[in-house]
């Protein structure tokens, strides 16, 4: 029994009936058990079905199936927005549902510094710090060491302002 195994697409053809196996084929069929095991359940997969398709005949069907569309073309209808009325009434009352819930929403009232409230619009950048208030807000600003602030900023200079030395240290950041 050799390590290769028959093809499972070479399998298919022998059992269809499009091929003949070689005397090596036949050889490794009748040592090996995995192939064997892959020919009987491709066969019994073939024979699935077959008592039930001996009586159908596709020209038949064909025939029948054009023979009907051509009896009724009429049937064949396609959807026509026939009241428009309908739609409209539909949008208005999506409409009023959303009019109703930003009313009534925390933060409904148009003035989005209420409160301390932000507006659920703004994408949070720290989903972390979202839940703190103002002065919490303060102190975690003052938590942040000095020594950040006296780091060079190339981001904040006009590019013409840039040297060599800043240009290097953006193409690293860019390379990182």
Known sequence: MSAAH??????????TGL???????????????????????????????AAQLRGFDPNRVAVGVHRRLAARPDQVRVPVVRHPWRWLAGLAAAAAVVFAVRLWSPTGSGDPGQAGQIPPAVVSILPELDGL????LEEVLRSIPTAAESLDHVDMAPLSAL??????????SMEE
Do not use: F, K, Y
């Open 133 to 136: 208030s103002a002065p919490q």
């Open 19 to 49: 091929t003949a196996w070689s005397v090596g084929e036949a050889e490794h069929l009748a040592g090996c058990a995995d192939c064997r095991l892959e020919l009987e359940m491709i066969s019994a997969a073939r024979r699935l079905g």
């Open 163 to 172: 040297n060599a030395g800043d240009l290097e240290r953006v193409l690293r």
């Open 6 to 15: 028959i093809d499972s697409d070479r399998l298919t053809e022998s059992v």
